[in-house]
């Protein structure tokens, strides 16, 4: 219709059908572009409101993307927590805390992540200074002395000189 109206002569009905075609279009519309570029032949003047609507939409479909990007991080953080969530509980310590690591590179300063991580290491040098013992023990008991000795010290040296 509004080719049909710029063809009989009437500018103003051809630029409202334009107007309503490029107003009603989806941004990736040819039709749609091709409207408002007919619309700034018609009426130069149109083109600051065609640029004011093209760098609104842009700006929604940034926003929306920015949207869709955080919720994936936040999404694939918790999934790396929960994975090491399930791993510390079943003891897997090492495993846990390369899972707890995934998930902060997703959400560098997530504070539940860095706590469940604080703890896993901890039970993890606990773990690690039960069997050094245990070792030192075993050692002692068989009469080697020099190898208990070992391994209280190398027990000494895994345990932090501050709690974190």
């Known amino acids: 219709?509004?080719?049909?109206?710029?063809?009989?002569?009437?500018?103003?009905?051809?630029?409202e059908y334009f107007r309503q075609r490029y107003e009603r279009a989806d941004p990736s519309d040819p039709w749609g572009q091709k409207a408002g570029e007919e619309l700034i032949k018609i009426r130069p003047e149109y083109r600051n409101r065609i640029i004011t609507k093209q760098a609104q939409r842009l700006g929604q479909e940034l926003i929306q993307s920015s949207r869709e990007q955080f919720d994936n991080r936040i999404r694939r953080a918790q999934e790396h927590h929960i994975a090491g969530e399930k791993l510390a509980a079943r003891q897997k310590y090492d495993q846990a805390i390369e899972e707890f690591d995934q998930a902060l590179?997703?959400?560098p300063e997530n504070p539940k992540v860095i706590r469940a991580r604080q703890?896993?290491?901890s039970q993890l040098r606990q773990r690690d200074a039960e069997e050094q013992l245990d070792r030192a023990m075993q050692s002692l008991r068989a009469g080697d002395t020099r190898s208990a000795k070992s391994e209280i010290q190398k027990t000494?040296?895994?345990?932090?000189?501050?709690?974190?």
Not at 156 to 164: M, Q, R
């Open 1 to 15: 219709l509004a080719y049909l109206c710029l063809n009989q002569g009437d500018e103003s009905r051809a630029f």
């Open 156 to 164: 000494l040296a895994t345990i932090p000189d501050e709690s974190f």
């Open 119 to 121: 703890k896993t290491m």
């Open 105 to 107: 590179q997703w959400t």
